[in-house]
T-cell receptor, first 112, second 116 residues
């Protein structure tokens, strides 16, 4: 079945790098996404990667995809207190349209 | 520009009552999604509308849950005979994409439902 798993918590010090990991099960995923949810707000797309790529860099964000192991990671360089939020990994599955499966979210705590 | 809006922002109801949650997607977006976010849980997919196609209802947890999308725009999620386990934040999202390309979803702020 379709499933996306990620660890629930991560704590880092300001200025360090954060790495949030995710595994997924559906090998037919076309795109994989990272969304950010700040307290009291809806989710916002941070970045995405097409399934035939293995890396994508966008300013402080680096996404790595290991399609063989069905493993996705998000690295945030020079983590700031404003990066504290819940980060959701998600995969799109073609079912004639797009069904998106989200993980449980990783809560990132950034200590000053 | 207007984003996705949801109403009400908070809803407290008694067990056994019916509730309706509303979502106004971004104008022109062809796809609309409903999710449920429970405390400590991820986003649980409920239902997906894409244009004029039949909705994907595979995530609805029971027949007490239903949703419709009128005129390809506003959507209403209805929960009949609410139970305490229905308490959660219900999130709506819309997407401009059809059936190809990355599927960026734009989320509303959610409706927090509390069933007493």
């Amino acid at each position: 079945g379709e499933d996306v798993e990620q660890s629930l918590f991560l704590s880092v010090r300001e200025g360090d790098s954060s790495v949030i990991n995710c595994t997924y099960t559906d090998s037919s995923s076309t795109y994989l996404y990272w969304y950010k949810q700040e307290p009291g707000a809806g989710l916002q797309l941070l970045t995405y990667i097409f399934s035939n790529m293995d890396m994508k860099q966008d300013q402080r964000l680096t996404v790595l995809l290991n399609k063989k192991d069905k493993h996705l990671s998000l690295r945030i360089a020079d983590t700031q207190t404003g990066d504290s939020a819940i980060y959701f990994c998600a995969e799109s599955i073609h079912t004639g349209g797009f069904k998106t499966i989200f993980g449980a979210g990783t809560r990132l705590f950034v200590k000053a | 520009g207007a984003g996705v809006s949801q109403s009400p922002s908070n809803k407290v109801t008694e067990k056994g009552k019916d509730v309706e949650l509303r979502c106004d997607p971004i104008s022109g977006h062809t796809a609309l999604y409903w999710y449920r976010q429970s405390l400590g849980q991820g986003l649980e997919f409920l239902i997906y509308f894409q244009g004029n196609s039949a909705p994907d209802k595979s995530g609805l947890p029971s027949d007490r849950f239903s949703a419709e999308r009128t005129g390809g725009s506003v959507s209403t999620l209805t929960i009949q005979r609410t139970q305490q386990e229905d308490s959660a934040v219900y999130l709506c999202a819309s997407s401009p994409r059809g059936t190809s390309g990355p599927n960026e979803q734009f989320f509303g702020p959610g409706t927090r439902l509390t069933v007493l």
